[in-house]
């Protein structure tokens, strides 16, 4: 049975920044990080490799958001600098078991957290 629970969400300005974590248990391989904002489809945001060593970052967060993983604490970050108003959301973990290239498509996601809120004010 896998187990994700995020943390570190919470309200900031814009220009910020805020750490969120993934405290994980189980068996899987890969994990990443997506968002729901009020109304929309929840979004891919970032994936990391079971390793560590191959990330994917969706366009809209490259050289503002950097995920790391530590297989060692079973725990992921997402360190989010620069947050900007469109950065709110719900924020979700998310773990596969789908060997391979990192995915941005949810429906190859496995396994999810219950969620953390992200709001950044103007």
């Known amino acids: 049975q896998v187990q994700l629970v995020e943390s570190g969400g919470g309200l900031v300005q814009a220009g910020g920044s805020l750490r969120l974590s993934c405290a994980a248990s189980g068996v899987f391989y890969h994990m990443g990080w997506f968002r729901q904002a009020p109304g929309k489809e929840r979004e891919f945001v970032v994936a990391v490799s079971w390793s560590g060593g191959s990330t994917k970052y969706a366009d809209s967060v490259k050289g503002r958001f950097t995920v790391s993983r530590d297989n060692a604490k079973n725990t992921m970050y997402l360190q989010m600098n620069s947050l900007k108003p469109e950065d709110t959301a719900v924020y979700y973990c998310?773990?596969?078991?789908?060997?391979?290239?990192?995915?941005?498509?949810?429906?190859?996601?496995?396994?999810w957290g219950q969620g953390t809120q992200v709001t950044v004010s103007s």
């Open positions: 998310a773990a596969t078991l789908k060997w391979g290239p990192v995915t941005a498509a949810t429906s190859e996601w496995n396994y």
